[in-house]
């Protein structure tokens, strides 16, 4: 059974371009989750998309924006990027609706800004 | 606003010593409590689930508990091997699926 795969591992990007990434869940997992990993800030939660629709949204600004489609695979956008958004973004699948599942990663897209 | 904090930052073991590893958190309202690892430049991989009914999970070498009125869950790791060498991560379950991770705990062991 696939895991969860990230698309592209890395990518070098300037101030003030945009940014897609894309994440494919495990197969039959309905609920995609991304998250931010910096050294400052650790990880932290950017927002989360079931049956195409966003179910949770973390603290970060309306640049960071996502979108899920009928298959279940997840895209996220960052515009303007900032020197600040470089980072390893993650994305994680589960196969439950509620709270009580367990989350499973990709290996994650390393993003750099210069 | 829940807040996950993990002791120690950092832990140096020789191999075949068994560790203890901490995480806390502020708000016992939890689903679920998840430990996962991290090698460096990978993602993340989950080793234990602990639901907020339960007690304590175990596979293998690992024992993960969960206290909630104490707010805290610790991570047992039996005879360590250098193959343990990660970053271990504990992240608390809120609404959704909406992890809050604790900073880490770097573990380092040696032959």
């Known amino acids: 059974k696939a895991g969860v795969t990230q698309t592209p591992r890395y990518l070098i990007k300037t101030r003030g371009q945009q940014v897609t990434l894309s994440c494919s869940p495990i197969?039959?997992?309905?609920?995609v989750s991304w998250y931010q990993q910096t050294p400052g800030q650790g990880l932290q939660f950017l927002f989360e998309?079931?049956?195409?629709?966003?179910?949770n949204k973390g603290n970060f600004p309306g640049r960071f924006s996502g979108r899920q489609f009928s298959n279940s695979r997840s895209e996220m956008n960052v515009s303007t990027l900032e020197l600040g958004d470089s980072a390893l973004y993650l994305c994680?699948?589960?196969?439950?609706?509620?709270?009580?599942?367990?989350?499973?990663f990709g290996e994650g897209s390393r993003l750099t800004v210069l | 606003k829940q807040e996950v904090t993990q002791i120690p930052a950092a832990l140096s073991v020789p191999e075949g010593e068994n560790l203890v590893l901490n995480c806390s958190f502020t708000?016992?309202?939890?689903?679920?409590l998840q430990w996962f690892r991290q090698d460096p430049g990978k993602g993340l991989t989950s080793l234990l689930l602990?639901?907020?009914?339960?007690r304590e999970q175990t596979s293998g070498r690992l024992n993960a508990s969960l206290d909630k009125s104490s707010g805290r869950s610790t991570l047992y790791i039996a005879a360590s091997q250098p193959g343990d060498s990660a970053t271990y991560l504990c992240?608390?379950?809120?609404?959704?699926?909406?992890?809050?991770f604790g900073t880490g705990t770097q573990l380092k062991v040696e032959l």
């Open positions: 708000d016992s309202a939890i689903y679920n």
């Open positions: 197969s039959g997992h309905r609920s």
């Open positions: 998309y079931f049956s195409e629709t966003q179910r």
């Open positions: 994680a699948s589960s196969g439950t609706v509620s709270n009580t599942g367990e989350l499973f």
């Open positions: 602990i639901q907020s009914s339960q």
């Open positions: 992240a608390s379950t809120g609404g959704g699926n909406k992890l809050t």
